[in-house]
Every structure is written in C-alpha cells, then in structure tokens.
C-alpha cells in the first residue's frame, strides 16, 4: 500500500520560514509527479507546488517567490521550503503522488499556522 508521510507543518509568525517533507513509500518515486495542495478552513484544495520527474516544476501564483519545491530522489523524499509565510498560507498542506488518475495518491496532511 502507497504510504505518503508529511512532516513539518507548525505554527509560525509572520515572516518566518518552514520545511515541509514527505517520504513516499512503495511507490517507484522517480517517475511520479510529486506535488503540494493546501485547503484553508472553508476553502477548496488547491495546487501550491508540483514537480515533474524531469525536474520541472509549477507554483500558484500566490507562492511564486516564496516558496521552492525539490525532490531527492534518493530519499523518495518531496520538499517545501516556506520563506516569508503570510496568514493567508495556513492551510493544512497535503503531499501527493501522480502518474495517472488512478495512481493518484494522498498524504493525511499537515497543518502550517502563521500567525502573530
């Protein structure tokens, strides 16, 4: 069974910075799409970061800047560095795996608080 574990989510202050992580696990991690969502209280998920096996990567615009998605393929590991966190980034930030729509797969998340 596919395991997506996030870690790193925490409460911040405006201004600060954090690192996501998450370890996939049974899954051949180099040829997934590796991605980041985030859904707000009342809010739909939506895309934050994704980046291709190739290396390539997407961001919101909302995040473009301040936030850098990598990968470590070694590791089977995706990150999120999170510099210069605003209010309106806390969200739970969920890890996803995608190769296809049905190898389509989902961490249970991880909360990021930024707050004063």
């Known amino acids: 069974q596919v395991q997506l574990v996030e870690s790193g989510g925490d409460l911040v202050q405006p201004g600060g910075s954090l690192r996501l992580s998450c370890a996939a696990s049974r899954i051949i991690f180099t040829i997934y799409t590796m991605g980041w969502y985030r859904q707000a209280p009342g809010k739909q998920r939506e895309l934050v970061a994704a980046i291709a096996r190739g290396g390539s990567t997407n961001y919101a615009d909302s995040v473009k800047g301040r936030f850098t998605i990598s990968r470590d393929n070694a590791k089977n590991t995706v990150y999120l560095q999170m510099n210069s966190l605003k209010p309106e980034d806390t969200a739970v930030y969920y890890c996803?795996?995608?190769?296809?729509?049905?190898?389509?797969?989902w961490g249970q998340g991880t909360q990021v608080t930024v707050s004063s």
């Open positions: 996803n795996a995608r190769l296809s729509n049905v190898n389509d797969y």
